[in-house]
Each structure stands twice: as C-alpha cells, then as structure tokens.
C-alpha cells in the first residue's frame, strides 16, 4: 500500500476529514503516474492502425484490458470499455432488449431486479416496462439483502434477465451473488450484477462464480472518473448484446467512439494496485469499519446501523442518529465529508429509496448519514470524526 497520499486527502489538525468514498475516491498517484504519458507524449488514437502512435495506444489498452480481467477473474477479450457503470447498467439492460426483440419481436420478456437498485438500474428498468416488458422490482430483508426464495418464486417461463446489485452503495449489504447464479444457470436466465462497489473490494471471480454480465467503475478504486467496464461472459454460455452506441466499430463493434486511453490506462492500473493489495486492504478496511461503529456507539448512544451488521462492505458504514434530522446538524458538519444520501444523486434533497426500502419511515431515513472508509483513512480521524458528530448532535 502506498504511503503517499494524494493532494486534498491529508489531514492535519483543522482540515476536514473525507468519509465519502463511495461516492468517489482520489486517484492514486501511482495512477496519475501511469496516465500522464498518454496525454502529453503517447496520445495516439489507439483505431490508428498505420502508425506508431497508434500501436502504441493500442498496446497500452490491450493491457489495461488485461489488468482488468485480472481482477475479476475473466478474459480480457470479455471486457469491453465504457464510459462508467450507470452507462454499463444501462448497456446491459437495453442491449439485451434490442438483442431478444431482434430475436423473436413477439416473445414476452421478463426481467427481475430488487427495489434497492442503483438509479441507472432502477430507472432503466422502468423505461423498459414501458416499452413492454414486465419488471419485477422484488423487496429485501431488513438488511437489504435479496432473499434466494423470493428470487425463486419469481421466475416466470419467459425471464430472461435478473439483476441484482452486489454490494448496495448506500448500506453495504453484500447479496449472495454466487448462490444467486446459481438459481439462474439453473433457469437459463442471464445474471447481471452492478458490481461498483465490490470490484476491488472484496473477493470477485465472474468465471468461477457463474456471473454473465458485471459493471464497474474506475473512480470507485482510485482510477479516473469518465471510465468503467462491462464483463461479457464469452462462452458457457455467449452472451450476445446489441450496442448502445455505433459508430467507428471501436472495442470490437461494441462501444463505438475513440476510446478515452489515459483514463483507460489508469483504471487499469488501479484495478491491478487492488488485485495485488485486496486481502491486506480488506482485512484494514474490515478493522477500521469496525472501529469507526464502536466509536459512534460510544460517542452516539441510540446509533442504529442501517444493512447487515457483518455481510456488508469493508468499509461502509450507514447508520440512523436517535431523532436527529442530519440537515439540523449539516452546518456543524462542514469539516467532514459524509453522505446523507445516494452518492450519485443532483444535490437535491430526497428521500432515499434503498433506507425506505428497509422498512425505514421518511423522518428515519432523513436522520441517516453515510460514512465510507478508503485507502488513507486512518484510526485517529475516525476518532476525530466521531467527536465530531458528537459535538454537532450536542449543541
């Protein structure tokens, strides 16, 4: 693990300590190391064929290509380059409609997916039902977590796709993935899950775990923002999608348009710094969760931890405050960087889909906060940020 942190993550003793790391995470320098040729010297088109600028390019995608397989468990020539998870999610469920419809244009479809989805999930699935196919937006135990029975009972004939997300991105609650492939190698249905926040994070073999369809994203592993991936099982079985953007013929006909090559670079890089450094990063991570909840237990009495206390993320932490409003005490918060929300939404204030999705009222979800742990957190800030919730609730 690097001892060098990167600028605006240092903390000294009136700086403000980040917590957000779901949302997104500073790019490592040995990242920005790696990318930083590719926009000054080698900034070739990698679609160049005829010149060394372009081989140049294009070997350094063949192995960022690689890198990320790596981490994963698949083949390089199952990954295919994107402009980040949400556009992955919405990849995967629009590209295989188009693909079925072109197949058998009158067959019914059915897809299955949980009521505590990602957005790109959530809304992509509803402007499919719109388009005539029947969604199931199947509910989870109190922890959040997808239960293999409901799943079970709501197969139908013509289900052709489940989606599931693995880690939640608000809670943390890790869902039985494998088991779930399982279930639907069993029906012959294709599994997709958004694996945004377990990629790099905890354990992740599509191969050997029977996944067909997997996003994630560069900046939630100390890559760029602008990038991500989608795993496509290429065998056993071929999973055939359309694309969603044509053009150029770019990454094999898939995702046409010049390919973002220091970006690309560095979420390869990044994903092969967590490869090499995911049982030490886990095991820190998983200690200073743990941490962190004894000190907002002692600091905060009446604390309650939102999602499963133990099948949950290594470093998320979502918990509910005993009737404090988070946007009573926001002004005293200023010096650290938490969520009261999904990461990924406009600012505005509402009321967080996944929290109700638990069983939580609107007041218990507009007491809850957010607090996610990354490479450079250290014990003496979550001390600091615990006495710094402390004193906010007691004024």
Same mark, same amino acid.
């Given at each position: 693990?690097?001892?060098?942190?990167?600028?605006?993550?240092?903390?000294?003793?009136?700086?403000?300590?980040?917590?957000?790391?779901?949302?997104?995470?500073?790019?490592?320098?040995?990242?920005?190391?790696?990318?930083?040729?590719?926009?000054?010297?080698?900034?070739?088109?990698?679609?160049?064929?005829?010149?060394?600028?372009?081989?140049?390019?294009?070997?350094?995608?063949?192995?960022?290509?690689?890198?990320?397989?790596?981490?994963?468990?698949?083949?390089?020539?199952?990954?295919?380059?994107?402009?980040?998870?949400?556009?992955?999610?919405?990849?995967?469920?629009?590209?295989?409609?188009?693909?079925?419809?072109?197949?058998?244009?009158?067959?019914?479809?059915?897809?299955?997916?949980?009521?505590?989805?990602?957005?790109?999930?959530?809304?992509?699935?509803?402007?499919?039902?719109?388009?005539?196919?029947?969604?199931?937006?199947?509910?989870?135990?109190?922890?959040?977590?997808?239960?293999?029975?409901?799943?079970?009972?709501?197969?139908?004939?013509?289900?052709?796709?489940?989606?599931?997300?693995? %880690?939640?991105? *608000? =809670?943390?609650?890790? /869902?039985?993935?494998? @088991?779930?492939? $399982?279930?639907?190698?069993?029906?012959?249905?294709?599994?997709?899950?958004?694996?945004?926040?377990?990629?790099?994070?905890?354990?992740?073999?599509?191969?050997?775990?029977?996944?067909?369809?997997?996003?994630?994203?560069?900046?939630?592993?100390?890559?760029?923002?602008?990038?991500?991936?989608?795993?496509?099982?290429?065998?056993?079985?071929?999973?055939?999608?359309?694309?969603?953007?044509?053009?150029?013929?770019?990454?094999?006909?898939?995702?046409?348009?010049?390919?973002?090559?220091?970006?690309?670079?560095?979420?390869? %890089?990044?994903? *092969? =710094?967590?490869?090499? /450094?995911?049982?030490? @990063?886990?095991? $820190?991570?998983?200690?200073?969760?743990?941490?962190?909840?004894?000190?907002?237990?002692?600091?905060?009495?009446?604390?309650?931890?939102?999602?499963?206390?133990?099948?949950?993320?290594?470093?998320?932490?979502?918990?509910?405050?005993?009737?404090?409003?988070?946007?009573?005490?926001?002004?005293?918060?200023?010096?650290?960087?938490?969520?009261?929300?999904?990461?990924?939404?406009?600012?505005?204030?509402?009321?967080?889909?996944?929290?109700?999705?638990?069983?939580?009222?609107?007041?218990?979800?507009?007491?809850?906060?957010?607090?996610?742990?990354?490479?450079?957190?250290?014990?003496?800030?979550?001390?600091?940020?615990?006495?710094?919730?402390?004193?906010?609730?007691?004024?």
């Amino acid at each position: 693990m690097s001892s060098e942190r990167p600028m605006g993550t240092t903390l000294q003793q009136d700086s403000a300590i980040y917590l957000d790391y779901n949302a997104t995470t500073p790019v490592d320098p040995r990242v920005f190391a790696a990318m930083e040729p590719y926009f000054k010297d080698l900034f070739g088109n990698p679609a160049s064929a005829g010149h060394h600028w372009g081989w140049v390019a294009e070997n350094a995608i063949g192995k960022a290509r690689t890198q990320v397989a790596s981490l994963i468990g698949a083949r390089p020539l199952e990954i295919t380059f994107t402009g980040g998870a949400t556009e992955s999610n919405n990849w995967v469920i629009f590209g295989l409609l188009s693909k079925l419809r072109e197949e058998n244009p009158t067959a019914p479809i059915h897809f299955i997916t949980s009521q505590i989805e990602h957005s790109s999930i959530m809304k992509a699935m509803a402007a499919v039902q719109k388009q005539g196919v029947e969604v199931d937006f199947l509910p989870v135990n109190k922890y959040g977590q997808v239960e293999l029975e409901t799943i079970k009972k709501a197969i139908k004939p013509h289900t052709k796709l489940m989606s599931f997300i693995w %880690v939640n991105n *608000e =809670i943390g609650s890790i /869902n039985p993935i494998p @088991e779930i492939a $399982h279930i639907a190698r069993e029906h012959q249905i294709y599994l997709h899950t958004d694996a945004t926040q377990a990629a790099g994070k905890i354990p992740v073999n599509v191969t050997d775990m029977g996944i067909d369809l997997m996003s994630f994203s560069g900046h939630k592993i100390y890559g760029p923002k602008g990038v991500g991936a989608l795993y496509i099982r290429g065998k056993d079985p071929k999973v055939q999608l359309n694309p969603l953007i044509y053009g150029g013929g770019q990454e094999r006909g898939l995702r046409s348009g010049t390919v973002n090559v220091p970006a690309v670079v560095g979420f390869g %890089v990044a994903c *092969e =710094i967590c490869q090499q /450094n995911l049982t030490a @990063e886990t095991q $820190h991570m998983t200690e200073l969760r743990n941490f962190l909840w004894q000190q907002l237990q002692e600091a905060i009495p009446g604390v309650h931890l939102n999602g499963h206390p133990t099948e949950r993320s290594p470093a998320n932490l979502n918990i509910t405050l005993p009737g404090i409003k988070t946007e009573q005490i926001l002004p005293r918060l200023q010096k650290l960087g938490v969520s009261t929300g999904s990461a990924c939404g406009t600012g505005a204030m509402v009321v967080s889909h996944v929290l109700r999705g638990l069983g939580l009222s609107t007041d218990e979800v507009q007491c809850s906060l957010r607090l996610s742990l990354g490479r450079w957190t250290t014990q003496e800030e979550l001390t600091k940020a615990a006495q710094i919730l402390k004193n906010a609730i007691n004024k």
